[in-house]
């Protein structure tokens, strides 16, 4: 197994320019999930690693080998590099099987490698004669990343393998593939536009945004220390308060909160980043700092705003579960305590 | 009939592959993805696509040089005098007064079979598409030979309503068929009746379907020789005919030839103005449920009525008229009816494969790498085809002789013109084939280890055979009923189905022209029910 | 296995089409020794001349079918390059067309002696082959003996606005105009064109204008004789109503039409175009004008006509020499009276 790597990757459309100086390395044997919203350029990238557009600078490398470097370009077909798609892309005209089969060597065209891709992937083998309109929607995606694995190659690009298919489908068979793709120890790239999914992908995380890779690191890492107040808002739920950073705490409406991380450039005004399960609110234990100021049913679970005695102008929107949204209504006061520390970012 | 193509603007024209609308990264329009589309065809397929569709431009250079060869002062002479007014009179009144009669019955008819309670409307669905499978001349022959007072510009008109209006009824009804019945129950439950539904929700959005079948109707009118010759009724097409009997490929056929490809394109160009935006605006996703049917309480029986006319008028008439001739002593052991037959196929059959080959460069690029120039490339075969057989075969006629007299007269030159005037069927069908068979599966191809080549030749083209098929079919069929080309450009002692047909016909020998007719019916059938299967699909999901 | 499939697949194509254009060019038709016959008189005719001369010869004739001007303008268009062997017409203003652009070989003088001087050019560039006589075919119900025209130039008047019909289109009406401008001069054929503009009912051809003269949609039509004798010969449904009136009286609309055979100078055939046309010309050929389909009269070699025909010299013609006859100036001035 061989790391992938992408240095300095530079690609436009026209004059549209799509990815700016992207660089990765993705080490042997590894899953990195590349995330980031529409049109931040991520499908482009992984279509660059699989050779079907050419960048227009960068090097792109499979360990020693140079597969898109000044002066050479490797064809899609010599990269060995599998690619599943977004809707799978299956032959409508071929069989599971010969779908499969479709980029085995001709003298390695033996069932018996077909079978076992399948078994990775917990595809049942009675499907192998169906055409790809007789399956479901997560079956095909089963089948996309079985055809992708049955050459046995040593990168896999997976471009939003997951996001057509209904939420309850789409845990599963990306827990089937993640499972599939752990036994076969390749080398995977996935893109997303899903936060989540990201997250609890692999082992590397990375956040594109505007055509560059902003940040990148295992994922809790990454959580844990948003580079910027965007990548933290983009990752997940955040509350960002108005902060005064003072000797490793920062004072603001929920009170003084320890800083984990600073990136706020010593500042004298800072904005402090809290994630909503932090914060912890109480109806009736110790002195009451904030007053509710609306409770919102949210079926599973309520949203409750708060407003601080401290700072009136301060609204804080939280989470409790729904059985204990009865508990509050509004004007009532309640004490809000949090947990852990901040990130502190600068203001504006 | 000669032009083509009901099934160009009423045929499905998928485009590219839409994007997945429920991938956030694809349904923004991606800022590389037009780009993407465009990216590099190759250099030799470029240049042959631009080289196939100046080819096909042979006809309108002809009129220009027409033009400069006569030279204004002889044109000016032979187009303004009275002959010409009568000729532009009888054609503008038969457009003027024959296209919305079309109108009135194909969206008519369409809405009734798929809106309404009519009963049995998945027969008269079938009834009303059926004259199209009567080639106008066939129907001129099935009228004027049974009812001689079928004649002049009355008669000119019902034999050319009954026998185009499926041109606009099939856009219509697949028009009709994608509407969304959520936007026709809002307007109900607004308070509208089912007429104003049908006045204010369903006719306004069936404006692009009325628009192109429209044009369609008034091209073939234009163009249409057999069904007018026969009936006594004289427009441009009629008259250049008769000056090429008279002089073969002179001036004044010129000059008619000239005032006619005007008249063409002064109607594409309204149509073009007339849609203008309209163009870009997309039809909804189509029908998730089947609509409520209105119900016809007790217009029941006058619609019924309506259409069964319709359908007598058009069917019955012509129909009976051929059987009746095929009993009055008609002779199917002719020795000139086998030949015949096997000509029309090598001819019709030629044509189609040509065809096909000719559209695929600028299928292919109109698809895969959509740009200005292969817009333009696939414009110029629309506006070639546009122009009437006539036009097309005067052109052939001239350029050959003095250019390429190795071509004069020859099959090559037939089935050139067969491709020249059905190229837009093969077009259709190659682009909707090649637009389902997107780039991605080759890609994917590719990736699994396969050369660009191989990935096309196996994933590809499989998903191309039907596509291909279904557009030389209908090529061919078009060709194995095209009239007035065969009769100039025919190579020496070449009869085919239709000139046998017309042969016998104009000499009042109408026992001999009826198993002709027969089979020159027998033979459209297929082509009818493709483009009318077509038009029934409701677009996928 | 195959590189380079679609281009594989586009090259069979093209091949199959090729192939098919070939082997519709061989095996339907044109080998190089048949003899290629551009005929614009009746096929049926033709055909019947033909097949007895195939029989008798062994030699393959194949026809290309159209009108006198059409096929004449296109040898002229042709010009050397034409692969016509044998000319045929209806009637000689066509022959003349021809014979002006000097695409016509000398015919042999042993087929020039089986044709009566008057029904051939002294050019001896080409012959007559058969004759047709102009007749007006009237429908008794709607006019009667007394009302009949005396003269082809009265339909011009506007007495008979409406009540009269013809086939201008064609070239045998054609040949009609051009005795009257041979007979009548310039002015008064222009004259007469404009006034048959008005009065007449314009009709596809012969057939038609016959059958709209039994059907009574018009009193009365100017046809050559030949239809009318055929339908009696047969059914009779498209002139049992009818009767023929001649002019006669050396009356323009007395005309005699002779149809004309010629070999062409490009021919790669000449031996065999000669032999044909010394066929049509001689006993058997003439003899199938006299007994077979076609009812026009014969010319040469004294053959008999058809015995329900009057005989040729009852008919009064005029006498006009057939090579004089100018179809183009016809045609202008049918084009700038606005019937074509």
């Known amino acids: 197994m061989t790391a992938l790597s992408v240095a300095g990757v530079t690609k436009a459309f026209g004059h549209v320019p799509v990815l700016r100086e992207v660089s990765l390395v993705v080490p042997a044997g590894t899953r990195t999930a590349i995330v980031g919203s529409s049109g931040s350029g991520k499908s482009t990238l992984l279509r660059l690693i699989a050779g079907f557009e050419r960048a227009d600078a960068g090097e792109i490398r499979l360990g020693d080998r140079a597969l898109t470097a000044p002066g050479s370009f490797v064809p899609a077909h010599r990269r060995g590099i599998g690619y599943v798609a977004q809707d799978g892309a299956l032959f409508p005209h071929l069989t599971v099987e010969q779908n499969i089969r479709f980029g085995l060597p001709r003298r390695a065209r033996h069932t018996s490698r077909v079978r076992r891709v399948m078994e990775l992937v917990s595809l049942d083998p009675e499907l192998s004669g169906r055409y790809p309109h007789q399956l479901s929607g997560g079956q095909q995606q089963r089948v996309a990343v079985a055809r992708a694995l049955a050459p046995g190659p040593r990168v896999i690009l997976l471009d939003e393998p997951f996001s057509a298919l209904d939420t309850g489908l789409r845990e599963q068979t990306r827990q089937a593939v993640v499972d599939a793709l752990e036994q076969s120890a390749v080398t995977t790239v996935l893109v997303t536009h899903d936060q989540d999914e990201a997250l609890t992908f692999g082992h590397q995380i990375g956040v594109l945004d505007g055509g560059r890779i902003v940040q990148s690191g295992p994922p809790a890492a990454v959580f844990d220390d948003p580079v910027t107040v965007d990548v933290a808002t983009f990752l997940g739920a955040a509350v960002l308060l108005p902060a005064a950073p003072a000797e490793g705490y920062a004072d603001c409406a929920l009170g003084r909160i320890p800083i984990r991380h600073d990136h706020s450039g010593a500042g004298r005004r800072a904005q402090a980043l809290l994630r909503p399960d932090q914060i912890q609110v109480t109806p009736n234990s110790g002195p009451p700092n904030a007053v509710v100021d609306k409770v919102q049913p949210r079926g599973s679970y309520a949203e409750i705003t708060i407003r601080t005695v401290a700072d009136d102008t301060t609204r804080v929107t939280l989470r409790v579960p729904i059985h204990q949204a009865a508990d509050y209504r509004a004007s009532l006061p309640v004490s809000v305590r949090v947990a852990g520390g901040c990130v502190l970012y600068p203001l504006g | ?541 | 296995m195959a590189r380079r499939p679609l281009a594989l697949l586009t090259a069979g194509l093209a091949v199959a089409a090729l192939s098919l254009s070939a082997c519709s060019d061989s095996g339907g038709d044109v080998p190089d020794d048949a003899l290629v016959v551009y005929n614009a008189q009746h096929e049926q005719l033709t055909k019947e001349w033909a097949d007895a001369f195939t029989k008798q010869t062994g030699i393959r004739v194949i026809l290309r079918n159209g009108s006198d001007s059409e096929l004449g303008n296109q040898l002229v268009a042709e010009g050397k390059d034409s692969r016509a062997d044998v000319f045929l017409t209806e009637n000689s203003p066509a022959m003349s067309l021809v014979e002006r652009a000097k695409l016509f070989a000398p015919l042999d003088k042993a087929t020039l002696a089986q044709v009566p001087e008057r029904y051939r050019p002294s050019s001896g560039l080409w012959t007559g082959i058969a004759a047709r006589s102009t007749v007006f075919v009237y429908n008794p119900d709607k006019l009667s003996a007394s009302e009949l025209p005396k003269s082809i130039m009265d339909l011009a008047d506007p007495a008979w606005k409406g009540r009269w019909g013809a086939a201008p289109g064609g070239a045998d009406f054609q040949a009609i105009v051009s005795a009257i401008l041979k007979l009548k001069g310039r002015d008064a054929t222009a004259a007469w064109l404009t006034g048959m503009r008005q009065n007449a009912k314009i009709y596809r051809n012969n057939i038609a204008t016959m059958q709209a003269v039994n059907a009574g949609e018009i009193p009365g039509g100017i046809i050559y004789h030949y239809y009318w004798f055929r339908d009696q010969d047969g059914t009779k449904e498209q002139s049992g109503n009818t009767k023929l009136h001649y002019f006669k009286h050396q009356d323009p609309g007395a005309f005699v039409s002779v149809s004309g055979g010629g070999v062409l100078a490009s021919s790669r055939n000449k031996e065999k175009a000669q032999q044909f046309l010394a066929f049509i010309t001689g006993p058997t050929g003439q003899e199938i004008l006299g007994k077979g389909y076609s009812f026009e009269y014969p010319v040469a070699n004294g053959a008999a006509a058809n015995p329900a025909l009057p005989p040729l010299d009852s008919l009064e013609a005029p006498a006009i020499d057939p090579s004089t006859l100018n179809g183009t100036e016809v045609i202008d001035l049918m084009t700038d009276a606005g019937l074509l």
């Not at chain 2, 809002?186 to 006719?203: P, T």
Request: hydrophobic share 55%; aromatic share 6%.
């Open chain 2, 1 to 541: 009939m000669t032009v083509v193509s009901g099934s160009r603007r009423a045929g499905p024209d998928p485009g590219p592959p839409a994007a997945d609308p429920r991938s956030p990264d694809r349904a923004v329009p991606h800022p590389g993805a037009a780009a993407r589309g465009a990216s590099r065809p190759s250099v030799a397929l470029v240049v042959l696509a631009c080289v196939l569709g100046a080819c096909m431009l042979v006809p309108i250079g002809y009129i220009v040089s027409v033009v400069f060869d006569i030279g204004w002062p002889t044109l000016s002479r032979l187009i303004f005098r009275p002959r010409v007014g009568d000729l532009l009179r009888n054609t503008v009144l038969l457009v003027v007064i024959g296209v919305p009669a079309t109108v009135v019955l194909g969206v008519g008819g369409a809405w009734l079979v798929e809106r309404t309670s009519l009963p049995g409307r998945r027969g008269w669905a079938i009834v009303l598409v059926a004259p199209l499978a009567i080639p106008a001349f066939v129907s001129s022959y099935g009228w004027g030979s049974t009812v001689p007072s079928v004649e002049g510009l009355g008669g000119a008109l019902l034999v050319t309503t009954l026998a185009y209006y499926p041109l606009v009824y099939l856009p219509a009804m697949a028009a009709i068929r994608g509407l969304d019945p959520a936007l026709e129950e809002s307007a109900r439950s607004l308070g509208l009746g089912s007429w104003a539904v049908f006045a204010r929700v369903v006719l306004p959005q069936l404006r692009l379907a009325v628009l192109g079948g429209g044009l369609i109707v008034a091209l073939h009118l234009l163009a249409e020789y057999g069904a007018f010759a026969f009936i006594r009724f004289d427009t441009f097409t009629t008259a250049i005919v008769v000056q090429y009997q008279s002089t073969f490929a002179g001036p004044a056929a010129g000059a008619l030839g000239v005032v006619l490809a005007t008249l063409c394109l002064t109607l594409l160009v309204a149509e073009a103005s007339a849609r203008g935006r309209l163009r870009y605006a997309r039809i909804g996703s189509g029908a998730p449920r089947p609509p409520v049917p209105v119900r016809l309480g007790r217009a029941t029986p006058l619609a019924v009525g309506a259409v069964a006319v319709t359908g007598a008028a058009a069917v019955g008439v012509p129909l009976t008229s051929v059987v009746r001739w095929l009993a009055a002593g008609a002779s199917w052991t002719e020795p000139e009816l086998p030949a015949a037959l096997a000509q029309t196929a090598v001819l019709a059959g030629g044509g189609a494969i040509l065809a096909v080959l000719v559209a695929f460069p600028t299928a292919w690029l109109t698809v895969r790498h959509p740009s200005r120039l292969s817009r333009a490339v696939e414009g110029m075969s629309y506006v070639a085809s546009s122009l009437p057989a006539i036009i097309i075969a005067l052109a052939l006629v001239t350029v050959t002789l003095r250019t390429v007299p190795s071509l004069y007269q020859t099959a090559f030159t037939v089935m050139l013109a067969y491709v020249i005037i059905f190229l837009p069927r093969a077009l259709v069908s190659l682009r909707s084939g090649i637009a389902q068979a997107p780039e991605s599966l080759e890609e994917i191809a590719r990736s699994l280890g396969h050369s660009p080549m191989a990935a096309r030749a196996r994933v590809t083209l499989p998903r191309l055979v039907p596509a291909m098929t279904a557009g030389a079919a209908l090529v061919a069929l078009g060709a194995a009923n095209e009239l007035t080309a065969t009769l100039l450009l025919a190579p020496n002692g070449t009869r085919t189905l239709a000139t046998q047909f017309w042969s016998a016909a104009s000499a009042v020998d109408y026992p001999a022209a009826a198993p002709y007719a027969m089979l020159l019916i027998l033979l459209s059938v297929p082509a009818v029910a493709l483009m009318f299967v077509h038009s029934r699909k409701v677009p996928a999901r």
